[in-house]
């Protein structure tokens, strides 16, 4: 009967690892009313890696970068940034999400106001095992674009996938 018992306790410490460690912003690792925010570095784009955009597109450097990744929130990946504005843009954007994470977007959006001449927009920059380790941010004749960086030990496989949004300020043109 103790075999069983371990057996048990390692598969639910197991499961609870494959879930909740997932996502390093997940749900799971915010208490009661602390939102679970994480400020995410703009690495360089760099000539010839395998990630999109291409550095000739038109970098640019954000003044923030703001990732929120939930567990099984839904979502559609797309490189648009869309403007975020208000809370009437950030219900728009949050149309294929859940609403708990729309609610993670709208307090960051509510909280803290671009500076003169800066807007923020947002983009769905993944949905799979991983968490992005940042984003690469750059304009083309389509707008803002708002690429996840590859992730360089991606997990095999996991219970459920992970929406990460990159939400980001950038100066206007």
């Known amino acids: 009967m103790r075999p069983l018992a371990t057996f048990g306790t390692l598969l639910g410490s197991c ?20 939102p679970s925010v994480s400020t995410v570095p703009v690495p360089p784009a760099t000539a010839g890696s395998d990630g999109p955009p291409d550095p000739s597109v038109g970098t640019v450097e ?11 929130a839904g979502g559609e990946v797309s490189t648009v940034g869309v403007e975020l504005s208000d809370q009437a843009a950030v219900a728009s954007f949050g149309e294929l999400l859940t609403p708990r994470l729309v609610n993670r977007v709208a307090r960051v959006v509510a909280r803290t106001d671009p500076p003169v001449g800066s807007t923020r927009y947002g983009a769905v920059v993944a949905i799979g095992c991983d968490v992005p380790p940042g984003v690469v941010v750059s304009r083309d004749d389509t707008g803002v674009l708002i690429t996840a960086a590859k992730v360089t030990a991606p997990a095999q496989e996991c219970f459920a996938p992970v929406t990460s949004v990159a939400l980001v300020v950038l100066a206007d043109d």
């Open 15 to 34: 499961l609870l690892v494959a879930c909740g460690g997932a996502a390093p912003d997940s749900a799971s690792d915010a208490g009661p009313g602390t």
């Open 62 to 72: 954000s003044d923030e970068v703001t990732m929120l990744s939930e567990t099984a």
